[in-house]
């Protein structure tokens, strides 16, 4: 019997140490937070106002509610579970969330994209038309993430993302020991959108059902009001083909035009500067002309003459004689003129 026992007591043993070693390697879950990254905020912003008109409030990041939403994940998670879908918790469930493969670098644009996709097509393209259809989505868990996201009044943002590691039971639980599989993007807005009230206008429902446009085709000009960006690109337009008119013109201007038009300019400067030279005023003094071998015909021309000496009164008539005064003789005849004359001769010179 003593053999019996001892074969007994040995496969005791061997069956305790198996359940013992089954223990230690069940495997557990839990969060680790970090941070998201700055584009996780633009691609928050983007969804909710990107190349829409009927746009809402504007969220921006908030460090206060990014240290409370980590605080917030890492309570619910500390406590390991069986999986990472036990993680997320319902309190979890009441801000925007997305489950993805862990990478080192997520891509924001697409995973807030694939949300949006899956949590607009729980509306069916409907928008909800009374409190009783807006508190029936309000239980579709994909439609209540995306009315957190995109809840008309949220004007603050904070996002987080919780690694899902795989740890053991009997292990301490670090971070080095942890293995990824699984990664939640949590972002929380505040004011957050009120549970059973509509998240959103319906003019603002068309318009986010009916945009074609992807996150990542986005960039930050897009958060502008689509129709005065329209307008402007009209007028910038106008500008440019107003621009291109008038260069077409100049090019194809004749060449005669522009040699016309350069010699009236040449002759308009021209004219201006003579007349600025001739305007002299009237009281200021002549001055000294140039030596005449030095002054060109320029000068000549460009110079006034100087006025003429002044000239001296006639001088007084001599007083009148008797004979002056006395009247003219009568007119002579032919012959009597002829007689004076031989009488006022001199004398022949006497003959030798």
Not at 85 to 94: F, G, P, R, S
Not at 159 to 185: Q, Y
Not at 327 to 341: D, E, G, H, Q, S
Request: net charge negative; charged share 20%; hydrophobic share 40%.
């Amino acid at each position: 019997m003593a053999p019996f026992f001892k074969t007994a007591a040995a496969f005791c043993l061997v069956g305790l140490f198996g359940l013992q070693s089954v223990a230690a390697n069940v495997t557990k879950y839990k969060y680790e937070v970090t941070h998201a990254g700055d584009d996780a905020y633009l691609t928050v912003k983007l969804a909710r106002n990107g190349k829409i008109s009927a746009k809402i409030s504007a969220a921006e990041k908030d460090t206060e509610t990014v240290t409370a939403l980590e605080k917030k994940v890492k309570a619910d998670g500390e406590s390991p579970q069986a999986t990472c879908d036990e993680l997320l918790t319902a309190d979890l469930k009441k801000f925007f969330h997305h489950t993805f493969t862990y990478t080192d670098k997520p891509d924001y644009r697409a995973l807030v994209q694939e949300a949006l996709n899956a949590g607009l097509a729980e509306f069916t393209q409907t928008y909800p038309a009374d409190a009783d259809k807006w508190t029936t989505m309000w239980t579709k868990e994909k439609a209540v993430s995306v009315m957190h996201l995109l809840g008309a009044s949220s004007t603050k943002v904070g996002c987080v993302i919780a690694k899902c590691a795989k740890t053991s039971v009997v292990d301490t639980l670090t971070e080095s020991d942890a293995e990824t599989v699984k990664a939640v993007l949590f972002c929380k807005l505040s004011p957050a959108a009120k549970e059973n009230e509509a998240a959103f206008s319906e003019e603002y429902f068309k318009e986010i059902i009916a945009r074609k446009d992807k996150l990542n085709s986005m960039t930050e000009d897009d958060l502008k009001d689509p129709i005065q960006q329209l307008q402007q690109q009209q007028q910038q337009q106008q500008q440019e083909q107003q621009q291109q008119q008038q260069y077409h013109l100049y090019q194809t201007q004749p060449a005669e035009t522009a040699a016309a038009a350069a010699e009236t300019a040449t002759a308009a400067a021209a004219a201006e500067t003579a007349t600025a030279a001739t305007a002299t005023p009237a009281a200021t003094p002549p001055t000294t002309p140039a030596p005449a071998a030095t002054v060109t015909a320029a000068t000549a021309a460009a110079t006034p003459p100087p006025p003429p000496p002044a000239t001296p009164p006639p001088p007084p008539p001599p007083p009148a004689t008797a004979a002056a005064a006395a009247p003219p003789p009568p007119p002579a005849t032919a012959a009597a003129a002829a007689a004076t004359a031989a009488a006022a001769a001199p004398p022949p010179p006497p003959a030798p």
